[in-house]
């Protein structure tokens, strides 16, 4: 099963993402805290890896960061219980959801979709992938990332507003995930604007790391 998930940017369907999970994110960006999980898609073209440029979209003047836990799911996986949801967690990655905050921003006045801002090419780096068994308590991995050996984000993911349990279980009362998903569970403070020429390098403390040139 794990060398099948290595490859889950192949065999998954979809890149599930949960927006404001850390407080201190939601306050940065003026933010209310939801009551409940915030959830948003972001499709299979966003996918990058490295040796692979992050590419700025047409347009763009605001591209931020955001360094999160993804969490690759093993199974189909339909109505779990939070009891029950760890044992459909078959590995991890670091990644960054890359935001065009601006187009963000503009879609938000306009009460219009986020898919451009979110799901843009190469929109999603991505890690190598870590076995399950490398992460004994996923709620205890340090997330960081760096902009030009400049640190920006750093935060231990119980700082999660909505644990992983918690997220697999709600998600699949209403989609079915498929073995290969990826769920993005949040990102801390420390989002800030991305250059043309920015090296981007991000991870889990002593487990993955990942560099990234922006295009």
Known sequence: MASNLANF???GTKIVCVGR???DHAKELGNAVPSKPMIFLKSMNSYVTEGEAIVIPPGCQELHQEVELGVVISQLAKNI???DAMKYVGGYVAALDMTARDFQNEAKK???????????DTSCPVSS??????IPDPHKVELYCLINEQEKQRSVTDKMIFDIPTLISYVSQFATLQPGDVLLTGTPAGVCKCASGDKIRFGLK???EAT???Q
Not at 129 to 134: A, D, L, P, Q
């Open 9 to 11: 940017r192949k065999i």
């Open 21 to 23: 999970n850390y407080a």
């Open 81 to 83: 219980k939070k009891e």
């Open 110 to 120: 306009a009460g219009a979709p986020w898919f451009l801002a979110k799901s843009f």
């Open 129 to 134: 992938f870590v076995e399950v068994s490398k």
């Open 206 to 208: 002593d487990i993955v």
């Open 212 to 214: 990234f040139r922006v």
